[in-house]
């Protein structure tokens, strides 16, 4: 591929007239639509969550892509502790990435393989569910019962409350249509509506025009791409998709010096409620919530939130913050 013609600004209207749609994104829409209704009439507040990477395919026929980093910790670990709290959650990721409830036993760290044993079914139960043939059944290690039953336990009652709607995207074109079609569908909810905006987004894309049909050659040697900028979103979920929505983004730098002053040009440029910074290597230890603040000299306010000893995962910490003040907000304060 060369780099014949020049990186373009696109909005997001050129943006989206000129990129395609998911294939799903009808079905994806209705479902949204009725989860908002029952929220709404459940008087619920309802946050989007958003989690995992995008992917940016080189070619039309994709057998490469682009990818960005992120396991979907945040997201997932976020959106428990925001159904403990009262929350319904739409839980937007990317496939593959880590899910409430289920992220607690993944393939990597935790596989459930190794905490379940195979036993004798129980003679006097004939009939007993998961028995073979051969009088085997499957059974829970007794030093995974406590863990597993407690996690269940969760997921079973939200599943039986209908708290939460999980949606998935692959690529960056998946995940913006779909999240202005979600924040659209949000729109009425008002106030009650959070966007918690943990994904990792790409920068960057490549326009379906510019794209190789077929998978690109090794013949050249090198390969050069350009890609162009992905339109800055924030701006229209913040004034025309959901403009009364508790917009809260990230911020993931690496080199720590950067996270204030981008965080603050984010908030400048976009005058969403919060940005929350995170350095890479810091990001479970600590996280900082940058907001506006027009009685401080420097015009923002900063506030650190770092993992209490003997907590595990900061997120518990950084969602109580977070409802304390999406409440304030919602009761127009
Ligand atoms: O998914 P994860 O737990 O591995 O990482 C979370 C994160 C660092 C992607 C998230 O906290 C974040 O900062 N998201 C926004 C990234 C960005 O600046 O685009």
Redo the contacts with the bound molecule.
């Keep these: 591929m060369s780099n014949a013609s020049q990186p373009t600004v696109f909005s997001a209207e050129q943006y989206f007239r000129m990129q395609p749609a998911p294939a799903t994104l009808d079905q994806d829409v209705a479902k949204v639509r009725a989860f908002v209704t029952r929220q709404k009439k459940d008087g619920r507040p309802v946050v989007l969550v958003t989690?995992?990477?995008t992917t940016v395919p080189l070619e039309r026929n994709v057998v490469r892509f682009l990818d960005?980093?992120?396991?979907?910790?945040?997201?997932?670990?976020s959106a428990e502790y925001f159904l403990q709290a009262g929350y319904a959650v739409i839980f937007m990721h990317r496939q593959f990435?880590?899910q409430p409830f289920s992220r607690h036993f993944s393939h990597s760290t935790n596989p459930f393989l190794d905490f379940l044993e195979i036993g004798p079914s129980n003679p006097m139960s004939p009939i007993e569910p998961g028995s073979s043939d051969d009088g085997e059944t499957v059974k829970v290690l007794p030093s995974m019962r406590r863990e597993l039953l407690s996690v269940l336990r969760q997921y079973h009652a939200v599943q039986r409350a209908g708290t939460m709607l999980t949606l998935s995207f692959v690529t960056v074109d998946d995940y913006l249509f779909m999240l202005r079609a979600v924040a659209q569908e949000m729109e009425p909810l008002g106030r009650t509506a959070m966007f918690y905006?943990?994904?990792?987004?790409s920068?960057f894309f490549l326009p379906t025009q510019k794209m190789a049909e077929h998978k690109i050659q090794s013949g050249k040697g090198s390969l050069q791409i350009e890609m162009d900028q992905v339109p800055k979103i924030l701006k229209p979920l913040r004034d025309d998709w959901a403009s009364e929505g508790f917009i809260v983004?990230?911020?993931?730098?690496t080199d720590p010096n950067l996270l204030i002053p981008k965080a603050r040009q984010a908030l400048e440029r976009y005058d969403h409620k919060l940005v929350?910074?995170?350095d890479?290597n810091r990001?479970?230890f600590e996280?900082v919530f940058v907001e506006k603040d027009p009685t401080s000299k420097s015009g923002y306010q900063e506030s650190w939130v770092r993992l209490p000893e003997g907590k595990q995962e900061i997120e518990e910490e950084m969602i109580k913050k977070l409802v304390e003040m999406h409440e304030q907000y919602m009761h127009g304060r």
């Design positions: 989690s995992g990477g960005n980093f992120s396991a979907g910790t945040r997201g997932a670990t990435s880590l905006l943990a994904a990792a987004v920068d983004s990230f911020k993931l730098e929350i910074g995170n890479l990001r479970k996280v």
